[in-house]
């Protein structure tokens, strides 16, 4: 089949801490996500993120336990990013998404100055993309907040986090306006009430109670909506190009179970409170009535400055961007919630699982990229998309991913019905073009990359890169645009 949007932007995504390793070089300084070791897996369809105590992770800073912190190393792109940036080329990638880790630039959080070694590493980097012909987009947070600002200031619930964010993106757009096509402030924002940690830089274990966890929850994301309001505006202020900002959300479509309408209520309950609530408040810029009556009913109540409303209405986004890796199922009763380690949804019968049980369902993209469209009419980019696999290289140092090219394939060809359905979607960023850590657990062999790499889950091997069967596939599809 044919793809038929000739300007399309097709690419792949990473994130620092997934992928840059060199956590003591640069001045960099640590975040919480190194301080999570590698566990062997018990079951991988369990909910994932960590689960250590505050002690334990602090104590990972001296590394006492003698355990492995996989995101301290990543796959050392760090010092490999040239050849990296070469296999993007040869794939053919016009569009490359990575993030830039706020400890190299601001290591202490506060300090007064940016450090220099941080934007040096950031300027090689796209000044290298550039060179290859490849666009850049960027995440300016992507669950790596400096544990330096969760000691000083308990991360994201504190309001003065907000000025500290808007001031590194303010280095940002002053070190990088000429060479970042597109800006994404946060990665996945909706993960901030899924885990603190992740989200926030706020310990889950400080918590006492789910209530006041939740509310602590409820009011870092608000300051992340202020943060992400604010920054938007000063790019506009500072940036040549005044429409490349976006936002990000972890898009787990859903479907009630059955046409029960007890279900279908639920259903729509759920989407509302995971995802719709998110692309709400910064596509349209304010709090919508369903949420304000979940607040109510869950006892949360948001502290917001004056000037808050006013702020999220006058900054939403110019576009949409949205990871989707599957689908889930909801119903009131009699739901299996261990559908995947990370969607608490149930399990659907019609569509298949990962081994770490996501459910794969490339109509549910579509399905989507409707429902966003419907409600936003903003121009939407799919920022990730894609299948982790337990893979081996082979005697020809090569995997023959059949099932990747499949599941691209089949989610490029939603794609373009929805573009057929009307909808403007400009991009597509694939999860991963190369092998990077595991976000949720840590291990390196959950690999998603067209790009194999040589490390195991203790950062053993050569961290050489070798191309599977997809590399040939993608560049393949860059060239012919047939899928
Ligand atoms: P891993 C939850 C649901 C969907 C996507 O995830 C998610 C998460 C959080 O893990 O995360 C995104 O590596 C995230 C990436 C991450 C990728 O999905 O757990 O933005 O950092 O690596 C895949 O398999």
Known sequence: MKFIKDDFLWGGATAASQVEGAYNEGGKTLTLLEMKPFLPIKNRKAIHFGGQTKEEMLDSIENKQNLHYPKRFGIDFYHR???????????????????IAWSRIFPNGDDEKPNEAGIDFYRNVFEECKKAG????????????????????????????????????????????????????????????????????VFESDFKSKNERDQAAYQGLHHQFIAQAKVIELGKK???????????????????????????????????????????VVAKGE??????????????????????????????????????????????QGKDKASGNVSTGGKNPFLEATEWGWQID????????????????????????????????????TVKDDYRIDYLGKHFEQINEAIKDGIDVFGYTMWTPIDVVSASTNEMSKRYGMIYVDYDDYHNGTGNRFKKKSFNWFQNFMKTKEF
């Open 81 to 99: 990013y040239k050849e990296d940036i070469a296999l993007f080329k040869e794939a053919g990638m016009n569009i490359y998404r990575m993030s």
């Open 134 to 201: 490849i666009k850049v987009m960027v995440t300016m947070h992507h669950f790596d907040t400096p544990y330096e600002i969760t000691k000083k200031y308990g991360g994201w619930t504190n309001r003065k986090v907000i000025d500290l964010f808007v001031k590194y993106a303010k280095t940002l757009f002053e070190e990088f306006d000429d060479v970042v096509d597109f800006w994404l402030p946060f990665n996945e924002i909706n993960v901030a009430i899924w885990s603190t940690e992740v989200g926030l830089g």
């Open 238 to 280: 500072m940036c040549k190009l005044k429409t490349k900002f976006g936002c990000m959300v972890a898009n787990i479509t859903t479907y009630a179970l059955d046409c029960n309408p007890i279900n279908e209520i639920e259903n729509l309950k759920s989407q509302q409170i995971s995802r719709w609530f998110f692309y709400d």
């Open 287 to 332: 709090y919508p009535t369903y949420i304000k009556r979940y607040f109510t009913e869950n006892n949360i109540n948001i502290i917001m400055e004056n000037d808050d409303e006013k702020v999220l209405k006058n900054n939403t986004v110019d576009f949409i961007s949205f990871s989707y890796y599957m689908s889930a199922t909801v119903a009131v």
């Open 362 to 397: 490339p109509i549910g993209l579509r399905v989507s990229l409707n429902q966003m469209w419907d409600r936003y009419q903003k121009p939407l980019f799919i920022s990730e998309n894609g299948i982790g696999v337990l893979e081996n290289l082979d005697s020809n140092n």
